[in-house]
């Protein structure tokens, strides 16, 4: 199903079979989903928003510092706020014939990593590894353009240069946590997320993606390691890069919260949680603090936009609950999204 399908069925009043119920009916990941670990491990998401500039970067590992301190912690970022959409401009200007345009915008992508690397301040040493390391990606992402040529650009090398924005902020993120004691590698999440060939829109198959994800994840977590995931992005059973579609994030750290058996996941944003209505565009908008998988599908069928639609079955399925909350003020409680038990959250 294409994601225009998939957002007509959330948006269909009454034809969608109510997650939870769905779930007894027609298992949709077939294998276990209890783990012995499970109780142990969170899995943090941050947004784009989230991880602008060194900043942001360093008070946002600051919230994985203070949690990792009582439990593992797996992160998946996605890539800083406005890159996906300069590195897709890459791609579009490549198949327009315009080479140099898309080499300035690829450029400026390039400079913008390296600006925030050096404002993290790191210690020489390891401002010298990771300059090596987005010195690679750098070298990877302009030979794209070098390549690009004046043919239409296919799907397939857009995935690849979307995937840049989050191979570069799981190096900063990891950088950041480095600087301030936390232990922290970033991780490809085209390592172990397999998907289908369908370019731009991939669907992962999740019980070889849990199999293959927790040979690399959970030996990482033992050694209480925090593993910085790229959100978005798997790749194919012959190692070509895929994206799960366009704000996948949030799907891609259920996928991975699955992955590693945690119980919570929280989506850290830039919003205080799931509103009734948009607070940009009304006064009347209330925050909700607890909701139960079918409450959040019931507002997603109302056009309310919650988190990607293929969140709260992938949870609902496995029983994870989900978190939505305020990187830039986490004092606050932010929606709680889990498991409905006799009429009341469990």
């Not at 090596?132 to 296919?154: C, I, S, W």
């Not at 750290?253 to 996941?265: C, Q």
């Not at 994870?320 to 709680?336: A, C, H, L, M, Y």
Request: net charge negative.
């Amino acid at each position: 199903m294409n994601p225009e399908q998939q957002e007509a069925s959330l948006n269909a009043e009454g034809e969608s079979e109510p997650f939870e119920r769905a779930a007894k009916r027609e298992s949709v990941l077939s294998l276990p989903v209890e783990l012995p670990s499970r109780q142990q491990v969170v899995a943090f998401k941050f947004g784009g928003s989230s991880l602008l500039g060194a900043q942001r970067l360093l008070h946002t590992a600051a919230l994985v510092q203070q949690e990792s301190t009582t439990r593992p912690v797996t992160v998946v970022v996605s890539a800083m706020k406005g890159v996906t959409d300069r590195l897709l401009r890459v791609g579009q200007l490549l198949g327009d014939g315009r080479k140099s345009q898309a080499r300035e915008e690829a450029d400026a992508v390039v400079e913008l990593h390296r600006v925030t690397l050096e404002d993290l301040r790191l210690h020489p040493l390891e401002h010298e590894r990771f300059k090596r390391e987005l010195r690679l990606l750098a070298d990877d992402l302009l030979h794209e353009v070098t390549e690009g040529g004046n043919k239409e650009t296919d799907g397939a090398r857009l995935d690849r240069l979307a995937s840049f924005g989050e191979r570069y902020a799981s190096r900063l993120f990891a950088a950041a946590l480095g600087k301030i004691g936390v232990p922290a590698v970033p991780v490809a999440s085209s390592d172990f997320v397999l998907t289908c060939d369908n370019f731009r829109d991939a669907k992962p198959n999740v019980e070889e993606t849990r199999r293959r994800g927790r040979e690399i994840l959970l030996p990482l977590l033992e050694e209480r390691l925090v593993p910085v995931v790229t959100g978005f992005i798997g790749a194919t059973k012959d190692g070509r890069i895929t994206t799960l579609g366009r704000n996948s994030s949030d799907y891609s750290a259920a996928l991975i919260a699955h992955v590693v058996g945690a119980e919570e996941l929280v989506i850290w944003t830039d919003v205080d949680g799931v509103y009734t209505i948009n607070p940009n565009e009304s006064a009347e908008a209330m925050l909700l603090h607890e909701l139960s998988y079918d409450e959040a599908h019931a507002l997603a069928s109302s056009g309310a936009k919650v988190l990607h639609p293929r969140v709260l079955p992938l949870a609902a399925e496995t029983k994870i609950t989900v978190w939505v909350r305020n990187t830039f003020k986490p004092q606050t409680r932010g929606t709680r999204i889990g498991p409905q038990q006799n009429g009341e959250l469990a």
